[in-house]
């Protein structure tokens, strides 16, 4: 194994590094008769409880915890529509480095306003991943701000791991673990940390058919690119990268895809029976769940809400 | 003081007694900004996360747990058209005592199945009080079925102080706690939790203005009984009752009134911020903080999230 790829000892030292910044969320069982309805046992590890509202605080955390005095000096930067942008924006503030953000014009008032209170600097771009990586070099370049990718980086993929590190600390006995799959920087990190924990649990990748990349690359073996944006699991667009699919190949078991319908219903049983606020990506897993009851039958089933920035206003339960 | 008005080793009993069986809910502190919008440091005791969505399962496993062989195999009854109703229903299933419970027609569907789903034994009457509690008379004698209430009783108010029991012990150093009244069988419960744990924090009881009895009660030194049901807040409709009223004059230091906008608004940012779902009842004690920002300034203020029991489906964000 080449040296540089991080292993359950490289996740411990991220929980070291960010304990007392990050929040070690609740392991919830299921309740309302959400076992009944599956008839699996399940538990969620909730991380739309984290600060900035999801498990992304943990992968910026680690990386603003290892820069050295000049790359704090000079700030960091990043381009996202969603979660990194106010995890790392949040983070900065924690750390006391300046965060400038590449956003999409098109992003949502909601994200805007949420890396704003953070104190972060926000660029506005077109919406194309051209112009978003083209203004960010640009703007590394002039500012010398570092980069931190939202996924493609041991220190993420590391970060991301810890939540999974403690849902099996906290819940041993677990048969599987389901994780949520777009650029694969959290179902890397969780297969680090579940597999390097307890070899014998099964790690499952859930994506949505619409944004099934992870699950074409996976099963053919090379790395495919993301589809046209279509489903409303708006954190699950992006394709895995050469590192994240490199540690998925190695560590998951398979990864599953579901429609858009079950990703619906898993968001109102998450709501009505859990009572969490989760966004759509994070209901893929339970929607895995309930797509494909007889494969976890009896089984005791560890699932990771990924996060909870959704825009209520706008949402129809 | 009367011998057989509870205290703090009454609440220390019963949380040994429903140890196992309620599940000890995460003290949330606030994020996304709550704190800076309101000035206070606020934490949440998440009880909407308690099995069977709210607080009034601690009072009815703690009923429960007392009773004798006749009564347990006798089976149980009450009157409820919500949370108490369900909670009773759950705790008979784990106890193996049956329960009956006296609805009103009108009930919601929701409400009704999760008594269903519970095992719970549904007779529907007429929706008044007067029908209720001649229906429950006749049945508990032709069934000889003992009679749970909601909240007039020791051993419920005893089993819903252990929230407030447990919310001092994971976060000793508040300087206010603040839990809804209806009834008062969570107020007086937590009063007594309270102030037996740390008196020098002050117990605030927050109400609905529009179903402000429990204010007049207090204010003028005597019982007022229910006003009518126009409160959004559908948990906190019924009026104290003498038990309740007692120990509400002996250890609270105010109950306060909120307006249904801000209630509304409570709820909203609870599901925004905090990523929770409750039942309006359990934003009361937030409106109150949103609708009194100075009083609480600067001030830690412990808050109770009573509930979580949503028709999610007919909700409006």
Redo the contacts between chains.
């Keep these: 194994m080449p040296a540089d790829i991080p292993m359950l000892a490289d996740i411990r030292a991220a929980a070291d590094r960010i304990a007392g910044k990050v929040?070690r969320t609740?392991v919830?069982?299921a309740?309302?008769?959400l076992n009944e309805l599956t008839g699996s046992t399940l538990y969620f590890k909730a991380e739309?409880?984290q600060?900035?509202?999801a498990f992304k605080f943990r992968g910026a955390c680690n990386a603003l915890a290892q820069l050295d005095a000049n790359q704090r000096q000079a700030g960091v930067i990043t381009h996202s529509s969603g979660n990194h942008a106010a995890a790392l924006a949040l983070a900065g503030q924690l750390f006391d480095v300046p965060v400038q953000v590449v956003m999409p014009k098109t992003a949502s008032e909601v994200k805007v306003a949420a890396v704003q209170?953070y104190g972060g600097r926000i660029h506005f771009c077109e919406p194309t991943q051209q112009a978003r990586e083209e203004r960010l070099a640009d703007l590394s370049q002039s500012t010398g701000a570092h980069f931190v990718p939202p996924y493609d980086d041991w220190r993420i993929i590391c970060g991301q791991g810890t939540a999974a590190l403690e849902l099996v600390e906290d819940q041993p006995d677990l048969d599987v673990v389901i994780a949520p799959v777009g650029g694969g920087g959290l179902l890397s990190g969780t297969a680090i940390a579940v597999k390097g924990h307890s070899p014998d649990i099964v790690v499952i990748g859930a994506e949505p058919v619409l944004a099934g990349d992870a699950h074409l690359s996976f099963v053919t073996g090379r790395l495919h690119p993301q589809m046209p944006p279509r489903s409303i699991a708006d954190g699950l667009l992006t394709a895995l990268s050469e590192r994240t699919f490199e540690i998925i190949r190695r560590h998951v078991d398979a990864i599953q895809t579901v429609s858009e319908i079950d990703i619906v219903r898993a968001m109102?049983l998450i709501?009505?029976r859990?009572?969490?606020?989760?966004e759509p990506s994070a209901a893929v897993p339970l929607a895995l769940v309930l797509s494909a009851p007889a494969q976890f039958a009896g089984r005791r089933v560890g699932i990771i809400l990924s996060g909870?920035n959704l825009d209520?206003?706008r949402?129809?339960?």
């Design positions: 929040l609740p919830l069982p309740r309302g008769g739309n409880l600060r900035a509202g209170s109102r709501g009505e859990l009572k969490l606020v989760v909870g209520l206003q949402w129809r339960w």
